[in-house]
């Protein structure tokens, strides 16, 4: 199982950005989808971005696509999301997740239920 930790969350002005990162241990981590997610105060998690296990293909919710960007690199077991044109909105606490099972392409990936481990979340806060 993929160990999680996130990082890099802070204070940014709105239309600013911030760059998380989600460092994994373990051996296994290529063979995982991974996906970020997101909880503001009083409301539900809600999706965020996800990338295939070998990276390449891509999903985004709505309302950051154009915004904001997931990546990830294999070789040193990060997965990363740039966050660019911060609104408001976007404050929250964001979640790093891998997908439950392994070399799974991303038609699960915008559902909680697709992922089988979580980090301990970085909070994100975006003034106006």
């Known amino acids: 199982q993929v160990q999680l930790v996130e990082s890099g969350g802070g204070l940014v002005q709105a239309g600013g950005s911030l760059r998380l990162s989600c460092a994994a241990s373990?051996?296994?981590?290529?063979?995982?989808?991974m996906g970020w997610f997101r909880q503001a105060p009083g409301k539900e998690r809600e999706f965020v971005a996800a990338i295939r296990w070998r990276g390449g293909s891509t999903l985004y919710s709505d309302s950051v696509k154009g915004r904001f960007t997931i990546s990830r690199d294999n070789a040193e077991n990060t997965v990363s999301l740039q966050m660019n044109s911060l609104k408001p909105e976007d404050t929250a606490v964001y979640y790093c997740a891998a997908d439950r099972l392994t070399f799974r392409d991303l038609g699960l990936s915008g559902q909680e239920r697709a992922y089988g481990n979580w980090g301990q979340g970085t909070q994100v806060t975006v003034s106006s």
């Open positions: 373990g051996r296994t981590f290529s063979r995982y989808a």
